[in-house]
Every structure is written in structure tokens, then in C-alpha cells.
């Protein structure tokens, strides 16, 4: 048994052992449970993947004379203004005005608001515009401006959805290609795609979210942010494997982080033909080893973890509730799954290459001394339900 | 004799000269085999073309020195399309749409993506599935 002011001791003195979520199995084959937990004090957890509800909050500072901005774009994305005077909020899946969407379908969806905050941490020069319709105190009924990170009084990501713990594999039933979330998927089951970095996720390692909470300190692409609420859509009670491993979308996790200490190459901008734009990030979850029980949860390995085949020609966007069957993570990594008899080229829209770059980032912050382990001020729910929208009549 | 070479090329044709049968004259003046991955020769516009042509050392020199007559701008890297390792974030999605396998997966352990130039038959589906923007045309 270990606390977090004693791992944050040997963390701060320099002498932490910490290892990835994708050694730690083979170390823990090797040494046994019960030494490895004694040894180990940290396992890292990351992902890197499209998270759509994500978006941030700017300060833009006043003018002279000054504005209260009613409604505003960067860049030509729309931002929110409904907040305070100068405080927008720019989301990822905004589109730019006059991007005529689906109107020629697939659209291309060259740039929007994931673009926008890709561009705003990489130092970019952005252009705002902003119209009001004039107060006493704020006269100002019209400003365009360019400004960059730098400029602005706060940057503050903040995202109701992040991590989402397991995830649907897409395969199209149908006899046309279509154009989805989750990429491009070829008719008669030509192809499948999936997005999570399966053994090395966050939440897959913490499948009952015994350590993962509110107030947790997380690696946000690079700046040291936290979990500051459970996601929306978070629904512990799901189908799980006897390891406890949810079957489905389950978990999730609403992140924060100040974006001036951001790194680029972890906020990208995404385009997918036909749907939209979105935002990839990438984010890193430290794993305190408290105890073996912690420990054997994330030895969790890719053919543990079962996600559900969802037909997105037909079930998906009618909500049958229909699942195909469950394939694991060592079959969607070979690259190839067999349904029904039919083989079917497999790729991820979740890259599990920068997943592993940020666990050994995070992991050498760790080994440095410069990132401590913060444990949760209220643990998230575990066994909530996921509702749906029920179309009713207005009340009588 | 000189030896029989394969070489890929990207030719830029400027507008006022794309009424010319430059394949024609590849074919029948200088003996080389055409293969043509695409082209985009449109009268009135700017023209390209991306080729493998196939043919004796001596030949191709010769068809080279044919082109510059005809004011085509001959690039000799063969790159109508190009995939920027820094844009690319290694998810996979174009690895099922590749129908060459020119974009891989290089590393099966750290699940790297590379690209294979020579193998690339500029089909463009890379371009129209990548979500970030990794792969580009030239035209």
C-alpha cells in the first residue's frame, strides 16, 4: 500500500519508478504482482484521437474605445459570445461561415474551429471580427483586430468530452461508400475503422474509475491540466468482460487545461470528408500504484479488451441498438477482422503512435520530478445509465 | 548498348502549349513505353502529367531534350503527390484505402506510418480520407 504524498515524495526527491501501460504487463509477467507493486510507482496512461466536445475559452482583454462583443468569428469560425463582454468560447466542430458543408456532398470540411485552436496554440496570427450592438458603457460597435496566443489575457481548454473509455468499431453494411466520424467506410463491409489507444487508454486501465476522478492532474497536450468534471455521456454501467473492461463507450472525462503551455503537435485540426470538422489531442493520464489491485487493472493488455461492430449504414444512425458482434484490440491492430466469414481490412482514426509518444513523455515529466500526481476531490459515477432524447408531444 | 531504365516524372505543361501530342511523339519518336498514373491537360489551362516511362538510358535523354523543346517543365522526383511525415499523425486511416500499400504501417510495434514513393500509383484516395491533411497533389 502506498499514498499519493509518499509517491509524490519519491516523485519530488527524483527516485519514482515509472513505467508505460504498454511495458507494464510484461514487467509485471516478469517480477510478479505483488513485487511490482512494491517497485512501481506510476504507470502512464495516454490516448491521442478526434475528441469532438472539445472547444476553449478566450479573454480577448478591451479595446479603446471598448466593445462587448454580441456575436464574433476567428478566422471566420463562429464563436460564442452569450458570456461576458470580451470572453468567447470558439468549439472544435464549428465550421467556417460560407463552408457550404454537405451541400456538395462528401464535403471536405478544409477548416473550422479545430483548425482555429490548432493554429491559436501553434502561435499563429489569427484574425478577430467582432459586431455589438453598442452599449453606454461599451460604444464600440465593430472591431477586427489579429492577435495571437500571446495577446490574449487567458487561453482556457475546456472540454465536456474527452478519453472516451472503449469505442464503437464502424463497418458499412450497406451498398455505397459513406462518410462518417470515424473515416471513410467502403459498402458490403469493404473496410473498418476504430479510435482508442485500446491497452495504453486512460480509462481501460481504471475500468471502474477507482483513481481517476475530479481533480486529477492530467497531461493535456502538454500543459498540466485536470479532470474537472465527469464527461458528458459518461455511463460506468455497461456491459463489462469479467476483468470489469467496459464492452462499450462507457466512461468519459471533462478536461481543462491553460493552452499557452500547450505543445501543436498535440492539438491538430481534423477534417472528415462528409461530417465535419473536429479537434485530435492528445492527453496523458498517470496511474498511481496505490496497491496490486491498482496495478493488475493496468496490466491490461489489447486482447483483454472487447469493442462492439456497429453497422453504420443502417443501425448506427437509426439507433437499433444493434451490435454485430465484439472483436478485441489484438485483432484490430493485426489489421485485419474476420466477420461472418469475411475478412475485412481494419485502420484507427485514434493514433496509438503519438499514445505512446505521450506516455514516455509524461513518464520522463514524472521521472523528473516535474509533474506530481494529484488524486480526486469526488470520484466520478459508476454506474449511471445513458439516456436518450425522447421525442414527445408539449405537455398538456 | 544502353541499358532499358524506368523513371518517373511529373510534367508541367504551360498553357499555351497543352494542344501538342507530347505522348505521341514519347511513343512513336523515341520508342519509350508510356505509363500514364494521371494527367490533368485541360486546353486554355495549365496542364500536368504524372508518368513512369520506360525505355534505353539513351532514349530517355534524347525524349528529355524533346520536352524542352516543347516548353514542358520536366521534374524529375516523379512527386505528384506527397505525404508530410509532420502533418501525419500515424492513426492508420489511409492504410485500407491504399490500394499499393505505399502508405504502410513501418513499425508494427510503434505503429508508424511511412510512405513508399515508388510504389505510390497517385490513386488520391490517401487525399480524400486523411483527416489531417498529411497527403497533398501537386495538381
Known amino acids: ?396 | 548498348m544502353s541499358q532499358t531504365s524506368i523513371k518517373k516524372l511529373v510534367l508541367f505543361f504551360p498553357r499555351y502549349d497543352c494542344e501538342q501530342p507530347i505522348i505521341y511523339h514519347l511513343v512513336k519518336d523515341h520508342n519509350l513505353i508510356v505509363n500514364v498514373y494521371r494527367a490533368k491537360v485541360t486546353p486554355e489551362e495549365e496542364g500536368y502529367l504524372v508518368l513512369d516511362v520506360k525505355g534505353t538510358e539513351q532514349d530517355i535523354d534524347k525524349a528529355m531534350e524533346f520536352l524542352k523543346t516543347c516548353n514542358v517543365v520536366v521534374n524529375h522526383s516523379g512527386k505528384g503527390v506527397t505525404w508530410d511525415e509532420h502533418r501525419c499523425t500515424h492513426c492508420s486511416q489511409c492504410i485500407t484505402h491504399c490500394p499499393t500499400d505505399a502508405l504502410h504501417i513501418a513499425d508494427p510495434a510503434t505503429r508508424k506510418i511511412a510512405f513508399d514513393e515508388d510504389a505510390c500509383i497517385e490513386c488520391l484516395a490517401c487525399i480524400r480520407v486523411c483527416p489531417f491533411g498529411a497527403c497533398a497533389s501537386a495538381f
Not at chain 1, 87 to 95: H, I, P, R
Not at chain 1, 309 to 314: A, C, L
Request: aromatic share 8%.
Open chain 1, 1 to 396: 500500500m502506498k499514498t499519493y504524498e509518499q509517491i509524490n515524495d519519491r516523485i519530488a526527491s527524483g527516485k519514482a519508478v515509472v513505467l508505460t501501460a504498454d511495458e507494464i504487463m510484461d514487467y509485471v509477467d516478469k517480477k510478479g504482482l505483488e513485487a511490482a507493486a512494491k517497485e512501481v510507482d506510476v504507470v502512464t496512461t495516454a490516448t491521442f484521437g478526434p475528441m469532438c466536445s472539445s472547444g476553449c475559452f478566450i479573454n480577448f482583454g478591451h479595446s479603446k474605445p471598448k466593445i462587448r462583443m454580441s456575436e464574433a468569428w476567428i478566422e471566420d469560425v463562429l464563436v460564442y459570445t452569450g458570456i461576458a463582454a470580451v470572453d468567447v468560447y470558439l468549439g472544435a466542430t464549428q465550421l467556417r461561415h460560407g463552408d457550404p458543408a454537405n451541400m456538395y456532398y462528401p464535403g471536405e470540411f478544409r477548416y473550422g474551429g479545430g483548425h482555429v485552436i490548432e493554429d491559436l496554440v501553434a502561435g499563429k496570427s489569427l484574425q478577430l471580427f467582432a459586431l455589438s450592438y453598442g452599449t453606454d458603457e461599451y460604444p464600440r460597435r465593430e472591431i477586427r483586430t489579429w492577435f495571437t496566443i500571446n495577446d490574449v489575457n487567458q487561453a482556457t481548454m475546456v472540454n465536456p468530452r474527452n478519453c472516451y473509455q472503449n469505442y464503437n468499431v464502424a463497418i458499412n453494411d450497406g451498398d455505397r461508400t459513406i462518410c462518417t466520424y470515424l473515416g471513410v467506410l467502403e459498402p458490403r463491409r469493404g473496410n473498418a475503422t476504430y479510435c482508442s489507444a485500446g491497452q495504453l487508454s486512460p480509462l481501460l486501465n481504471d475500468p471502474y474509475y477507482d483513481i481517476i476522478g475530479v481533480g486529477t492532474r492530467v497531461w493535456l497536450a502538454g500543459a498540466q491540466g485536470h479532470v474537472y468534471a465527469e464527461g458528458t455521456q459518461h455511463a460506468g454501467a455497461c456491459e463489462r468482460t469479467p476483468n470489469g473492461v467496459p464492452m462499450e463507450g462507457a466512461g468519459t472525462l471533462a478536461l481543462t487545461a491553460d493552452m499557452k503551455h500547450m505543445k501543436p503537435e498535440f492539438v491538430r485540426g481534423v477534417s472528415l470528408r462528409g461530417y465535419g470538422v473536429s479537434l485530435a489531442l492528445g492527453v496523458g493520464v498517470p496511474i498511481p500504484i496505490l496497491n496490486e489491485q491498482v496495478l493488475k487493472r493496468t496490466c491490461v493488455r489489447d486482447r483483454d479488451i472487447q469493442a462492439p461492430v456497429i453497422d453504420y449504414s443502417s443501425d448506427y444512425p437509426n439507433k437499433t441498438g444493434r451490435t454485430l458482434c465484439h472483436v478485441n484490440y489484438e485483432q484490430l491492430r493485426s489489421g485485419e477482422i474476420e466477420i461472418d466469414g469475411k475478412k475485412i481490412a481494419v485502420a484507427s482514426l485514434s493514433s496509438y503512435h503519438k499514445a505512446l509518444e505521450i506516455a514516455n513523455l509524461l513518464a520522463d515529466e514524472i521521472r523528473r520530478g516535474d509533474f506530481l500526481l494529484s488524486g480526486p476531490i469526488q470520484p466520478l459515477p459508476k454506474n449511471t445509465a445513458m439516456k436518450s432524447l425522447v421525442i414527445r408531444k408539449k405537455p398538456v
